[in-house]
């Protein structure tokens, strides 16, 4: 039996062993003419070796002021699963400037019902087999991997340090922070950190009968976040393990997870370049392909001490932010002449339209009526005795006149 010590010299080759072949594997890519060399600049070039000349046409047609400055942007994805791993493609091919991706799970033959992991990744971590993938779709792409839970302790740490200082930039901030994971226990973590360091974030989900799906943009202190409305499973302190039976899985469908993917993926790009709208809050629902939409405030008494600061700061901003008064100008009404000499004249006099108005009741200020009810004395004309005969009884009468 080999001793601890062998054990570790064993490990130690084999770690030095992978990192020759991919030493090897990363010089092939780069020589190889299937696997294209990084582009120092966009260009809106229409030619057939251009990449981007379909996405800096979005500039050209009004779309985007300046596309280009997407090579700027940092974005984290956590959990690299089936919306994760479409999402981080949909950003490495629209060219993002860098991509964080945090997942502590591995590519199973039982994921190929989904997008992007191919059967030969089974094994692999995903966020390496993304990573492999996604520098071969695109090389202008920074990445940065990291294969750990972030609900520990430990790594929960080192997750809010890399979103707060892991920047296309070392040490500024990522431009935001994309949830795509699949439980609630991860979901709470980023909410706390978001939370604590005023992070903007999004998060997307999809049911357990693959049928429906969401996402929402969370900005601390402005929009509830995951903490102000959770779930009844985080509500009650109900640990969600225990909910999952034996040999039970959730459904999956590649079509709900794609649809969910690129909505957010769409509205990272609406928040990031500045166009269009960006949904607070966007459902779908399959089986109608409903598509419902909402905005939700953040609530006073949220359990999350960092969510009810985030509050108070938002509302001091608010506060100090001067007030832009409206002033609504009353145009004129301005009467065009006419070669014929029309004019408009009312057939009542002012002293007519009086006397058929009833008395004004005492309102208080900013109420006024539609209308009076004109008194017994001011009512003019002839009047009509009362009668018990039918309308075709006096048709008829009428009709001998």
């Not at 000349?53 to 940092?74: C, F, H, P, Q, W």
Request: glycine residues 6%; hydrophobic residues 40%.
């Amino acid at each position: 039996m080999a001793t601890v010590e062998e054990l570790k010299l064993r490990v130690r080759e084999l770690e030095n062993e992978l990192i020759k072949c991919k030493q090897k594997q990363s010089a092939m890519e780069d020589a190889h003419p299937l696997y294209r060399q990084k582009i120092d600049k966009m260009s809106a070039e229409v030619v057939d070796s251009n990449p981007y000349s379909r996405l800096m046409a979005l500039k050209r047609m009004g779309i985007v002021d300046d596309y280009e400055k997407i090579r700027t942007y940092t974005v984290a994805v956590v959990g690299v699963g089936g919306v994760g791993s479409v999402t981080a493609e949909m950003l490495t091919r629209c060219g993002i400037g860098k991509l964080l991706l945090f997942d502590y799970d591995k590519v199973e033959l039982a994921n190929m019902n989904r997008l992007f992991f191919q059967p030969h990744q089974a094994g692999l971590s995903k966020v390496e087999a993304a990573e492999h993938t996604l520098r071969n779709i695109n090389p202008d792409v920074s990445f940065e991997t990291h294969n750990y839970n972030i609900t520990t302790m430990e790594n929960f740490t080192h997750f809010m340090d890399r979103i707060s200082h892991g920047g296309l930039e070392e040490g500024k901030p990522v431009d935001l922070v994309l949830s795509c994971v699949d439980n609630f226990e991860a979901r709470m973590a980023i909410n706390q950190a978001c939370n604590e360091l005023g992070q903007i974030w999004m998060e997307s989900g999809v049911s357990e009968n693959a049928v429906s799906g969401h996402i929402q943009l969370i900005i601390p202190g402005e929009t509830a976040c995951f903490a102000c409305a959770p779930p009844l499973v985080v509500a009650a302190n109900i640990d969600e393990k225990t909910l999952k039976r034996e040999g039970v899985c959730a459904a999956s469908l590649p079509t709900t997870m794609g649809v969910v993917a690129g909505i957010l993926v769409q509205n990272v790009l609406k928040y990031l370049l500045k166009f269009g709208t960006v949904s607070y809050y966007l459902g779908y629902n399959a089986m109608q392909d409903f598509f419902p939409t909402m905005a939700m405030k953040p609530n006073p008494q949220c359990n999350d001490r960092h969510c009810r600061r985030q509050q108070e700061e938002y509302k001091k901003k608010e506060a100090e932010r001067p007030t832009v008064e409206v002033v609504q100008e009353e145009e004129d009404v301005v009467h065009e002449d006419n070669e014929w000499g029309i004019e408009l004249v009312s057939e009542v006099t002012d002293a007519e339209l009086q006397a058929a108005s009833g008395p004004v009741p005492d309102l208080p200020e900013g109420i006024t009526v539609a209308f009076t009810i004109p008194s017994e004395e001011a009512a003019d004309g002839d009047t009509v005795e009362e009668t018990e005969q039918s309308l075709e009884e006096l048709m008829a009468q009428m009709k001998k006149l």
